[in-house]
Structures are given as structure tokens and as C-alpha cells.
């Protein structure tokens, strides 16, 4: 944990980066949609982001996801992460718990939720249709989660595109409000 949270600093201070790192993954996994639903009371603030792309097996997340700087896009040209660290900006969140949960368009589903000092896991229920979601949890909160999670995918992402059509917008909602541009010159 202590090393993936200094690969998380080198981010710089902006807590909210791993919105950004979560949308380029979930764009990468070939989603047409991804969804944040973000729940700010009672003491605690919960990001959730579910996408519908490819999902990944266990042993993909054992072998890429669960290692730094390990990445399975290395070689691909139309893929944004390659060095094996953006998921872990997550840590800069500071969660007390993350849970993920996948499942594969071969079928294939798992979940595993994590305290948050990564020290103890405990399986949850897989998805039950493809694509793969984050959530992560923390005490505290002000009643502005919503609008930093929708300020940081509309700094960071507002123009992405989806993976398999560069012409169309990957589109990105946060509480059913829609976060994206259109790409056009004035």
C-alpha cells in the first residue's frame, strides 16, 4: 500500500485524479457508457463507477491491476494507460474500504472488497452483466461530492471518445447528469 500511494502522489495533489484514471481504464476496456453514482451523507461519501466494457478474469486483475507497474497495454496503440500505476490514484481518495467487482463478456465474475489499508480482502458477488466497477468509501464529507466528481470528469474527460468509434463520445454520467462536450471548433 505504502509504495502504491507514492505512485499516487507523483499525481500531483489533486485528489480527485483517479476520476480521470478510472474513465481512460473504462475507455480502455472498449465501454460505451460508464456511470458514476456518488452518495455524500450521514458521514460518508461513496464513489461508485460501473462501466459496460470487456471486464477482466481474476487472473488478469492478480497479474495487472493488483501489481504496480504492470500493464496489460504496453503494446496497444489506442489504449491510454501503460505504465501500470493509474488505478492506484484511487489511494488518493483516501478510501477506507474499495470494492471490485467484474465480470467478463465470457461470463466470468468476481468481487473483492479491500479495507483501506489493502492489508485484509473478502470476496463479494461478481456483476451480473460485463463491464467492471469501483467503488471506494470514505468517512467524512461536505455535501460536495457530486460536484467535484462531475468538475473532475469535466476537466479531464469531458472530451473522450469511446475506444472502437473515435468520432463518438464515450458518454459519462454522474447521478443520471450527462458530463460531456462536444468536440468542435468555434
Not at 9 to 24: A, N, T
Amino acid at each position: 500500500r505504502e509504495r502504491a500511494r507514492q505512485e499516487a502522489d507523483r499525481y500531483g495533489p489533486d485528489p480527485w485524479i483517479f476520476v480521470r484514471e478510472l474513465l481512460q481504464n473504462s475507455r480502455d476496456a472498449g465501454a460505451t457508457a460508464v456511470r458514476f453514482t456518488v452518495e455524500d451523507g450521514g458521514g460518508r461519501e461513496v464513489v461508485r463507477c460501473t462501466d459496460d466494457g470487456e471486464g477482466m478474469s481474476f487472473a488478469h486483475a492478480k497479474r495487472y491491476l493488483f501489481a504496480l507497474y504492470a500493464s496489460s497495454k504496453e503494446t496497444s496503440r489506442n489504449q491510454a494507460g501503460k505504465f501500470g500505476v493509474g488505478f492506484w490514484s484511487i489511494l488518493r481518495f483516501e478510501p477506507d474500504e474499495i470494492i471490485i467487482r467484474c465480470r467478463t463478456r465470457a461470463g466470468e465474475s468476481w468481487g473483492l472488497r479491500f479495507d483501506g489499508t489493502l492489508e485484509h480482502a473478502v470476496t463479494v458477488p461478481g456483476l451480473t452483466q460485463s463491464g467492471t466497477e469501483i467503488i471506494v468509501a470514505r468517512h467524512g464529507g461536505d455535501g460536495r461530492l457530486e460536484h467535484r466528481v462531475y468538475d473532475a470528469v469535466w476537466q479531464s474527460a469531458r472530451y473522450l471518445h469511446r475506444r472502437d468509434n473515435v468520432r463518438e463520445a464515450l458518454p459519462i454520467t454522474i447521478n443520471g447528469r450527462r458530463a460531456n462536450a462536444e468536440f468542435a471548433l468555434e
